[in-house]
């Protein structure tokens, strides 16, 4: 028998197992039983991630390894791993590949500034004195066996503080505000603490509020309302923000002229401190059809709430000659505009006219009505 067609089918099926063999590999846990996992936390529009494997302080054979993982298990300072190029390394501030961390914006660190993007995170922990904790911009090493000091973007000194057991190494987030939060690492008895702050988180707003008002929230005087009314809150952009104030009320297609969006311009003319042209709007305002018996009485509260007593017993009175069937609101309000301005005996007496008319859905509060009634006649 010839054998020949037979040798060249088997050489290829050689070959190709071969290849399947060096190419692929089969899937195991992960080194050590160390888990991988990944916390992530918003501060506004910004991400950070801190993705890492997590050893514990129990070893996979069962040994308890409390009080060797510090300064043991994980080394001071930097140390010839026997492994890979560096020659120095720090410690990987996790087990297994690169702990990484990700920024979706600029940031700070402890005041320093950090660049968006992936980094990998290592530490130089010390016995004694501040850490040094270092983000690299090589994220897809393993571990710290390839670390270069001159692939570093940032270097920090942090300081270890003692914590509650923790048998895990774990990330996390504390102290969360809107432009800032405290990072942390985790272990046995010891967290590593590491401020994260936005420079400046309302410009990353503006910005974004400026990219959607040419899209379709630009196309609701509603949006242009909310965009004027942040800026004003948080007394930033006020030059556009009274731009967008006007595009609310008489912008071609989308603008409407209503009590809300005049109430939207005399907030920011107010925040820019012109008092005389904010309160000409609102006056405005108070006599659009728009203009609910509640909409002015809680206008005259907040002028009450900045000290302007005088101006608000006007809007209250206004409110109730033009609304003369409302008694219990409105009379409400002539009792705060008048106590405001020291009138008490007549603030008692609106007082006692409100809580005369007072609507079945108010009920439930009569209690508190009556403490307001009764404070004032306890100060006579």
């Known amino acids: 028998m010839n054998h020949t067609n037979i040798k060249i089918p088997l050489l290829l099926l050689g070959c190709l197992f071969s ?21 992530s936390q918003w501060m506004g529009l910004v991400k950070v991630n801190i993705t890492y494997n997590s050893p514990d302080v129990t070893s996979p ?3 308890d390894r409390s009080g060797k993982i510090w300064g043991q298990l ?7 791993l026997g492994f890979g190029t560096a020659k120095e390394s720090p410690w990987r501030a996790g087990a297994n590949e690169n702990t990484v961390f990700y920024a979706s914006h600029d940031i700070n660190i402890e005041g320093q500034k950090l660049s968006s993007g992936h980094y990998g995170i290592h530490i130089i922990p010390n016995e004694t004195g501040s850490w040094t904790l270092i983000f690299s911009k090589d994220y897809s090493s393993w571990g710290s066996f390839f670390y270069n000091p001159d692939e570093d973007a940032l270097r920090v000194e942090v300081n270890p503080v003692e914590s509650e057991f923790s048998e895990w190494l774990n990330y996390g987030f504390e102290d969360r505000q809107l432009g800032s939060c405290t990072a942390f690492l985790e272990w046995e008895n010891l967290k590593v603490p590491f401020k994260i702050e936005v420079p400046d988180i309302h410009s990353l707003y503006i910005s974004k509020i400026r990219e959607e008002l040419k899209s379709s929230p630009g196309f ?11 800026c004003a809150n948080n007394k930033i952009n006020l030059d556009e923000a009274l731009i967008w104030a006007d595009n609310a ?41 728009t203009a609910t018996v509640m909409a002015i009485h809680q206008y005259g509260r907040s002028l009450i709430t900045i000290g302007r007593n005088e101006k608000a017993m006007e809007v209250f009175e206004k409110n109730a000659k033009m609304h003369p069937e409302d008694k219990f609101t409105t009379n409400v309000g002539l009792a705060r505009g008048s106590a405001a301005i020291g009138e008490t005996k007549k603030a008692i007496k609106y007082w006692e006219t409100a809580i005369k008319n007072l609507p079945e859905d108010q009920k439930v509060y009569l209690s508190y009505y009556e403490s307001e009634l009764n404070k004032l006649k306890e100060s006579l």
């Open 19 to 39: 290849t399947v063999v060096i190419a692929q590999s089969i899937t195991l846990p992960p080194s050590g039983e160390n888990q991988k996992a990944s916390v």
């Open 61 to 63: 054979n069962g040994e």
């Open 74 to 80: 994980v080394p001071w300072g930097m140390v010839n």
């Open 220 to 230: 609701s005087y509603l949006s242009w309302v909310q965009a004027a009314t942040y």
């Open 249 to 289: 009320i008489s912008a071609p297609f989308i603008g409407q002229e209503n009590f809300q969006t005049l109430q939207t311009k005399a907030l920011v003319l107010n925040t820019m401190n012109n008092t005389e042209e904010a309160d000409w709007v609102m006056d405005k305002a108070i006599e659009h059809p």
